[in-house]
């Protein structure tokens, strides 16, 4: 009887206000951060003569997928102009081409160069080492553009002007922040694990490669996903020094097909067609792997 009596009078749960208004808060988020891509992809798919005729629309106007064949020059100019286009088409292949070359080497050399020096300064003593650690972590504050200039008239100097090599040199080796990154992980890698490797006869080379890169699988992958999408999105770099058309990447060639206005205006339908077809890889890499990003951002050491 005492038991029915407290369950009829049990008092009701409060309505969860804070965490449905963190659902909201989130919800907003996610559509201010989406929005502007799913307007990106409307505006691609809307045909050229009707991109100003309901700007209220969510939904593309008179849906079409002329402007993905004009932007990979399947159309003739004189259709593309006929159909509202400016008759410019971007040589995709070659840009998509150059954009993986020069990817592939800022972060085979970036991910190489930034471990050994990372490891160095978690594991190796020498003199200095610490304020020489602080000293390169200090460039962080240095905006990039300051260096643009000297770093122009160093490669113009070593004859790397439209040059794979040349579009990569500023990042190729090493970036403070790389360095920074990696070295943490290094530091929560267990001692005792690089010292029984030695105590068995292994150099610090042969315990670096063998033992702690291994370890830091996670840590080197999240750096090559970082940097893959840095380079990949690059722009003004790869224009100063990169503007021949044999390796012009795919940011500069989007920019070069926008200032290319025969008709007046931009071609804002090819252009945001070139633009999507331009983040589809980024946005595959970042799927398959972005769980492994935030897993090695999580990652506090090992037990």
Same mark, same amino acid.
């Given at each position: 009887? /005492? /038991?029915?009596?407290?369950t009829a009078y049990r008092p009701k749960r409060a309505f969860p206000w804070g965490r449905t208004l963190a659902w909201i808060a989130m919800a907003l988020l996610l559509f201010v951060t989406l929005f502007p891509f799913w307007w990106m992809i409307r505006t691609a798919l809307t045909s050229s003569k009707a991109i100003f005729l309901d700007t209220s629309?969510?939904?593309?106007?008179?849906?079409?997928?002329i402007n993905f064949? #004009?932007? =990979?020059? +399947?159309? $003739?100019?004189? /259709?593309?102009?006929?159909?509202?286009?400016?008759?410019?088409?971007?040589?995709?292949?070659?840009? &998509?081409?150059?954009? @993986?070359i020069v990817s592939v080497i800022v972060v085979t050399g970036q991910v190489t160069f930034s471990a050994m020096a990372a490891y160095a300064f978690a594991r190796l003593r020498f003199p200095f080492r610490d304020t020489l650690f602080a000293i390169y972590i200090a460039?962080?504050?240095?905006?990039? &553009?300051?260096?643009?200039?000297?770093?122009?008239?160093?490669? #113009?100097? =070593?004859? =790397?002007l439209n040059t794979y090599i040349g579009i990569a040199a500023p990042t190729l080796l090493m970036t403070p922040f790389a360095v920074f990154f990696l070295r943490q992980f290094f530091l929560g890698v267990n001692r005792e694990v690089e010292e029984a490797a030695r105590i068995d006869g292994a150099s610090i080379?042969?315990?670096?490669?063998?033992?702690?890169v291994p370890m /830091? &699988?996670?840590?080197l992958t999240t750096l090559a996903i970082v940097t893959l999408i840095n380079t990949w999105n690059n722009y003004l770099w790869?224009? &100063? @020094?990169?503007? $021949?058309?044999?390796?012009?990447?795919?940011? @500069?060639? +989007?920019?070069i097909f926008r200032s290319q206005t025969p008709q007046g205006s931009p071609d804002w339908t090819g252009l945001m067609a070139g633009t999507t077809l331009a983040i589809i890889p980024t946005f595959i890499i970042f799927m398959l792997l972005g769980r492994r990003i935030l897993d090695s951002i999580q990652f506090t050491g090992f037990k």
């Open positions: 009887m /005492t /038991t029915q009596v407290q629309s969510l939904l593309p106007v008179q849906f079409t997928l064949q #004009r932007v =990979l020059g +399947l159309v $003739d100019p004189q /259709t593309a102009i006929a159909l509202g286009g400016s008759g410019q088409s971007i040589n995709f292949g070659r840009s &998509i081409l150059n954009s @993986v460039a962080l504050m240095v905006p990039g &553009i300051v260096t643009t200039i000297p770093n122009f008239i160093l490669v #113009r100097q =070593l004859q =790397l080379w042969v315990s670096f490669v063998r033992v702690v /830091t &699988i996670p840590a790869p224009l &100063i @020094v990169g503007s $021949d058309e044999s390796v012009r990447v795919l940011t @500069v060639a +989007l920019g």
